[in-house]
């Protein structure tokens, strides 16, 4: 096994090393060190989230700077500002030994005067965030026209937040001269567009294959109703009574939702979005790293930089559009060589998903089912009985005992034990003892739509007849004074029914209603799915249209059809769309500007943080 004095590392760095506890270094590092100490060259690494990265350009940037010259030599760029701190922190351990070194962070969220003062101190390196950087520059606060080192951490990451063009920005007031080191996840086009651009003929190390997920990690994925996405999500967490989890939802709507009901639950829960100051951001990570949080609720903008080894589990309340958003969520969980699992619930219409991410991760999904209830509360009853066993006694309750013999007088032991055991296991017993199955059956859905029928026909709308092929189109009773436009609103109906994106068509928003298309095989799924269903605490409902071109003109605006224009744009402009729906925070009305998680401050009172109590069923 390599260890770290066969890398080339001076006394100095060996000694950090060692009071740091590092025994071996990791592949990226094996590999990345030795390239950068013996030579002057621009590297690119593709490496997972938790391999390593930041010592494996740490070392060689803090070798090769001059501590005794205050000029800063060393530029590092990552997403947020969590990031940004946990590098800055790890840099200052790294160099502990070297006299006159200095790191400076600069991030948003902070006194922008007191970073440029840090930085006319000495700063030889600067740990940024795009926005704040681009911003220092632009007030003349910064001169990074003489750096000798660029490193972009987490590259990609940067680039799907929306950082493209601040990076350009950024790097087009470096030297030409300078070397850039480039370590990322995944190698998506844009960050190959920076490589060609900024970069001279880079050395490549790869760690896995490229674009593969974590070897550490199983991914799991279990088939629902679009309905029973939540209460699904209860019975995966009860089945893993000591799961540490962030859950990835799409919008920060529904992130505030699920966190909500969670809370409300009884679950250990806290929400992390766009929306939340940064104070408010701080607090629910400082509480999710001291595990007083069990289940963090996430965006996938939110969650960048979020770096804790001990995740168990993520769970995936709904796929990324992008299969490298998926790469970075699952590499949340199975960090320095730990084991994780990356759970997915999907609907059926979504498997096609799951086969695109297989192929391009070259990794095997396991299909699972949902367990049952009578699962749920044998497992937890084993759980129960270990936590009784593992326990250890506090001495302090001798002084108790005499009184509490008096009071179990007379109950044996088996009787004591059945007793203590059933305080716990009743719970969920009393919950799950008569609630359904949750893995989908053609019988089931067709019998939520019979009730559906039945139920629609009891509000006094007449039921239009569904065709037996085509399209079927419906109405729904949501439209632009709800905020929605034929895109919010498209985005809302394929992310609740569980559609893909061609699935919804010709979609129509007028002021109080709206209108739009399925096949005539996703409409039981459309109709059941909006069977009781609520929003903000309204009924929103969905039934047949009666009118074949839904409704005429008025002034809402239409979403066109597939074949020209349902996105209601040019295909020049399409590519413009994928790219901007790769932030996950842009959808169902809750756009969201991706640097909110870098440097912008709150727009909102989120209010989510730990809550600690008793589940409630």
């Known amino acids: 096994m390599t260890k770290f004095e066969a890398l080339g590392l001076d006394q100095s760095l060996l000694d950090a090393i060692t009071d740091l506890g ?17 030579n002057d060259t621009d590297l690119v690494a593709l490496a997972q989230t938790g391999t390593g990265k930041t010592a494996a350009f740490g070392f060689p940037l803090i070798q090769k700077i001059d501590s005794k010259s205050r000029t800063t030599q060393g530029l590092i760029l990552s997403p947020t500002r969590e990031l940004c701190l946990q590098i800055t922190n790890e840099l200052k351990l790294y160099s502990k030994y070297e006299k006159g070194l200095n790191v400076v962070a ?10 440029a003062n840090q930085i006319k101190r000495g700063a030889q390196i600067i740990v940024a ?12 606060m910064v001169n990074i026209s003489k750096i000798d080192y660029c490193v972009l951490d987490e590259a990609d990451e940067m680039l799907n937040m929306g950082f493209m063009e601040d990076i350009k920005d950024i790097l087009s007031n470096t030297p030409d001269e300078k070397f850039t080191w480039l ?28 674009n593969s997920g974590a070897t550490t990690v199983q991914h799991e994925y279990y088939i629902v109703g679009g309905r029973d996405r939540y209460p699904a999500l209860k019975r995966l967490a009860d089945t893993n009574p000591d799961i540490f989890s962030v859950i990835f939802c799409r919008t920060k709507r529904d992130t505030q939702r699920v966190a909500e009901k969670l809370i409300e639950d009884g679950y250990n829960a806290g929400a992390l979005h766009g929306d939340l100051s940064q104070n408010q951001r701080d607090l629910v990570m400082n509480s999710f790293r001291k595990k007083q949080i069990q289940m963090l609720v996430a965006t996938d903008v939110a969650a960048r930089g979020i770096d804790v080894d001990d995740i168990t589990h993520v769970i995936n ?25 990356s759970m997915v619930i999907v609907t059926r219409s979504e498997l096609r998903k799951i086969k695109a991410i297989e192929n391009k991760l070259q990794t095997e999904f396991l299909a699972k089912k949902i367990p049952t209830g009578m699962e749920i509360c044998e497992i937890q009853l084993y759980h129960l009985a270990n936590k009784i066993k593992n326990t250890e006694i506090n001495e302090q309750v001798e002084n108790y005992l005499p009184a509490i013999n008096d009071v179990l007088e007379g109950i044996d032991r088996e009787e004591l034990i059945k007793k203590i055991v059933s305080v716990e296991f009743s719970r969920f ?23 559906r029928g039945e139920r629609s026909e009891g509000r006094g709308r007449d039921k239009a007849e569904i065709p037996t092929s085509g399209s079927v189109r419906y109405f729904i009773n949501v439209g632009e004074r709800d905020d929605y436009d034929w895109m919010k609103l498209k985005d809302f109906l394929k992310d609740t029914v569980g559609l893909g994106q061609e699935d919804v068509f010709k979609v129509d928003v007028k002021e109080s209603f709206s209108f739009f298309n399925t096949d005539v095989e996703h409409s039981e799924k459309v109709l059941s799915t909006f069977t009781e269903f609520k929003v903000d605490g309204r009924f929103v409902n969905v039934e047949v249209s009666n009118s074949p071109g ?13 074949r020209g224009s349902d996105r209601g744009r040019s295909s020049s402009s399409r590519s413009g769309d994928r790219s901007r729906s790769r932030s996950a925070d842009s959808r169902g009305g809750d756009r969201s500007r991706s640097r909110s998680s870098d440097s912008r401050g709150s727009r909102g009172d989120g209010g989510y943080g730990a809550k600690k109590s008793k589940r409630r069923y």
């Open 22 to 38: 590092f025994e071996s270094p990791s592949e990226v590092q094996e590999k990345a060190i030795p390239i950068l100490l013996e």
């Open 106 to 115: 600069i991030y948003g969220g902070a006194s922008i005067s007191e970073q």
């Open 129 to 140: 965030t795009p926005g704040r950087m681009k911003d220092m520059i632009n007030r003349g």
């Open 183 to 210: 370590f990322s996840a995944t190698m998506p086009r844009e960050v190959s567009t920076i490589a060609k651009k900024f970069m001279h003929n880079p050395q490549e190390i790869t760690v896995g294959a490229k």
């Open 317 to 341: 309340y709904q796929l990324p559009d992008e299969i490298e958003t998926y790469t970075h969520r699952s590499g949340r969980t199975g960090r320095a060589g730990k084991s994780g699992v």
């Open 429 to 451: 017993h009393d919950y799950y003892n008569k609630t359904k199955d949750l893995n989908t059956t053609d019988r089931g859905e067709r019998s939520e739509r019979g009730e």
């Open 550 to 562: 839904g409704g005429g003109g008025g002034r809402g605006r239409s979403g066109g059809d597939r």
